[in-house]
């Protein structure tokens, strides 16, 4: 079984992590997502919760029948990068290798020498996190960035409107 760790924010997932995603699927037999800052939420920079971005994950993947190919965990942060890579593959199942599309976070999986995979960034400039959440706080149209069962759950719990009041005065 050829499994591979997948790190990151999901804040939220969008089409990028979607290419990113497939693209692994089609080299392993598996992946780990793991969902990091999953302590945070309700914030400008981390508005959705661990759980809520467990379920727009697992949403997705259900959608597209690749669901029991996919394993999603919840990572808080611990605020050391070193340690930090021991602590996530203590609480991931194990994997042979780890993908980013972050230099600093396959630098730390390498400093350890696992595997890493770089994903290469599918359109950086428009799928980021900070551009989707900046377009919800403008009040503008951000579902094209974002898988359909993704924008469907953030309507569902009235996301938008959250990244709005919680980035009036913020950056996203």
Not at 53 to 63: A, C, N, W
Not at 117 to 122: D, F, R, S
Not at 137 to 151: A, D, F, M, Q
Request: a neutral charge.
């Amino acid at each position: 079984m050829r499994r591979v760790l997948y790190p990151g924010r999901f804040q939220p997932f969008h089409n990028g992590h979607s290419s990113a995603l497939k693209m692994l699927l089609a080299e392993f037999d598996e992946v780990v997502i793991a969902v990091g800052s999953a302590q945070e939420g309700f914030t400008c920079w981390n508005p959705f919760t661990g759980g809520e971005r467990v379920e727009m994950i697992r949403g997705f993947t259900k959608s597209l029948g690749i669901d029991e190919r996919v394993w999603v965990i919840t990572l808080p942060d611990i605020r050391m990068p070193p340690a930090w890579v021991a602590y996530t593959l203590s609480l991931s199942p194990r994997v042979e290798a780890v993908a980013s599309g972050n230099p600093q976070v396959l630098d730390l999986f390498k400093w350890i020498g696992l595997k890493t995979v770089e994903i290469p960034l599918e359109n950086p400039q428009v799928y980021k996190g900070r551009v989707v959440r900046e377009l919800m706080t403008k009040g503008l149209e951000w579902r094209h960035l974002v898988p359909k069962e993704v924008s469907d759950f953030i309507d569902e719990i009235k996301g938008a409107e959250r990244v709005r009041r919680l980035c009036s005065s913020e950056t996203p």
